[in-house]
């Protein structure tokens, strides 16, 4: 799996997954939420409705009780002879009074034996809308002794026990029920109610809660039931749109951050091909960096990192061909200071023959000498571009630069140009070696003498400061380009064809086995310099003896 994958699960599993389970249960608790309160709605509508039934139950059976009480009907149990035309008119009477919410009355005996009745007449009775009359049963006690004596029937309709216009706030989509004792509904519904068992049930599409209470006083049976679609409906609404919200809001999440992590990994792919491609060898692959974040940071020190070690390869093949290229010019030291030698001792055989007194003594003299100077210089030099050791005596900074200057001479005379040096400045003592410096300043004096224009000019200048001496070398060339500036001291690199790429780096390395420095820069005037740095000795004084002009 890549890193790409890996994060998008992250995101999947750490942000989206728990905010698609938030969103569940957010759902799910708002229908708990409507449903609790249609619950609620119901509970309250249905303790309302029982506590009006109750009221107005009590109320009619007070005023019924009245009725049982009255002489004639008292007159009629006790004694067991009735007339049943005048119990009746008085019973109408009593219907009368009590209203239309009773839909009739009748007297029995302890015996059930009907002793009189009467009926409601009503045109706007219960009957007419559908509702049917409750018959209930109330004892009839003797006033005299208390004793029962018979019963009083009366047939009371719903809308006596339940008015319409008394009712507790219902809400829409309720249906308020009456039913008997025997389970049989009271008023018209359009479904068997009674049938109807637990809180909820189905009914035309819809689902339906009940709420029951069953009343003992009068012997009946209230039922509310509700449909859930108007209370539950906003609710699960509600709840459809957060989940769609949250949805939204996922999606968004998951699209950021694939985006992002495209951007990011995107860097990271090109970081890892960068470093495949490091490892094959290719050091100049490098990273585009954009951003300022870890991942940029970590591309800029990669591409440090690859500049680093490709300078560092650089630097060690160099070295490796400065000691192979060393190790040949030891040998051809060797080979070259083998005839030296031979030259040597047939100069000083030929000295030993002449007279004294022979013109020929002097330039044989100068041969022998120039013989010795050049031995001790390829000797000297070699030692310190091999190892970086020196063997250091106080000198005259002017004796190696004044011979290095003789011997550079000729390739100025060759191009027709002039080199500047006032020895008399540069008479200063140093702890060196003097056949290494010379070396350093021939080299030095063979890049300006190859640089210089034909006709042209450079000139040599020493400036002694309080730690150091700075000799520095000018000519009046094209100048160096930023890539040769940067790679003048690696071996064997060269603009020049005929080029061996030594000369500056054994200048370098004498330089530094001296303890000094020596730097390359183009001037504004045009043309470039060199400057060599070397530490002055404690106590550094003067040359006292004059050397001239060269």
């Given at each position: 799996m890549s890193l790409r994958a890996r994060l998008l699960l992250i995101v999947l599993l750490a942000s989206v997954l728990p905010l698609g389970l938030v969103g569940l249960w957010l759902a799910g608790g708002t229908?708990?939420?409507?449903?609790?309160?249609?619950?609620?709605?119901?509970?309250?509508?249905?303790?309302?409705?029982?506590?009006?039934?109750?009221?107005?139950?009590v109320q009619l059976r007070s005023r019924l009780l009245s009725v049982g009480e009255d002489t004639a009907v008292q007159k009629a149990l006790t004694t067991g002879r009735s007339d049943s035309a005048a119990l009746g008119t008085l019973l109408g009477e009593s219907l009368r009074e009590l209203g239309p919410g009773i839909r009739g009355l009748e007297v029995r005996s302890t015996q059930d034996e009907p002793l009189g009745s009467a009926r409601s007449g009503s045109s706007d009775d219960a009957s007419d809308l559908g509702y049917v009359p409750l018959t209930i049963p109330l004892p009839i006690f003797d006033r005299a002794t208390g004793s029962h004596v018979g019963t009083l029937r009366a047939q009371v309709s719903p809308s006596a026990l339940m008015p319409l216009d008394r009712l507790p706030p219902v809400s829409a989509g309720m249906m308020v029920v009456l039913l008997d004792g025997?389970?049989?509904?009271?008023?018209p519904v359009p479904f068997e109610l009674g049938s109807v068992e637990g809180r909820g049930f189905s009914w035309a599409g819809e689902s339906w809660v009940l709420e029951r209470r069953v009343l003992e006083e009068p012997p009946l049976e209230l039922r509310i039931a509700a449909t859930a679609g108007p209370f539950i409906g906003p609710f699960q609404r509600a709840a459809r749109r957060g989940t769609l919200l949250l949805l939204v809001a996922a999606l968004a999440a998951v699209t950021a951050t694939a985006l992002l992590t495209t951007r990011l990994t995107r860097s990271l792919r090109q970081l890892t091909e960068a470093a495949e491609a490091v490892s094959q060898g290719e050091f100049d692959r490098a990273i585009s960096v954009r951003s300022r974040d870890e991942v940029g940071r970590l591309g800029r020190a990669f591409n440090r990192m690859t500049e680093h070690l490709r300078r560092t390869?650089?630097?060690?093949?160099?070295?490796e061909s400065l000691a192979a290229v060393g190790e040949f010019a030891a040998g051809l030291a060797h080979e070259v200071r083998n005839?030296?030698?031979?030259?040597?001792?047939?100069?000083q055989h030929v000295q030993s023959q002449l007279p004294e007194e022979s013109p020929l003594r002097e330039p044989q003299e100068k041969a022998l000498a120039e013989i010795r100077r050049l031995d001790a210089t390829v000797r000297n030099a070699l030692k310190v571009a091999r190892s970086g050791r020196i063997e250091p005596r106080e000198i005259d900074l002017a004796e190696p630069l004044g011979a290095s200057a003789d011997a550079a001479r000729p390739f100025f005379d060759a191009r027709g140009a002039e080199l500047a040096l006032d020895l008399e400045a540069s008479r200063v003592v140093v702890i060196g070696d003097p056949g290494a410096l010379e070396q350093l300043f021939l080299n030095l004096l063979r890049n300006a003498a190859e640089a210089v224009r034909p006709g042209g000019s450079a000139t040599v200048e020493v400036e002694v400061g309080s730690g150091d001496v700075a000799v520095t070398v000018r000519d009046d060339g094209e100048g160096v380009s930023p890539e040769a500036l940067e790679r003048a001291f690696e071996p064997l690199f060269s603009t020049r064809a005929e080029g061996t790429g030594l000369g500056l780096p054994i200048a370098h390395r004498i330089a530094v086995a001296h303890g000094g420095s020596i730097e390359m820069r183009n001037r504004s005037e045009g043309g470039a310099?060199?400057?060599?740095?070397?530490?002055?000795?404690?106590?550094?004084?003067?040359?006292?003896?004059?050397?001239?002009?060269?």
């Open positions: 229908v708990r939420s409507g449903e609790e309160f249609l619950n609620d709605r119901l509970s309250q509508a249905t303790r309302g409705t029982v506590e009006l039934i109750t009221t107005q139950w025997t389970g049989r509904s009271l008023m390869l650089d630097q060690l093949a160099g070295r005839p030296l030698t031979a030259v040597q001792i047939d100069l310099e060199l400057r060599v740095r070397l530490p002055l000795p404690r106590g550094s004084r003067a040359v006292e003896h004059p050397h001239g002009q060269a």
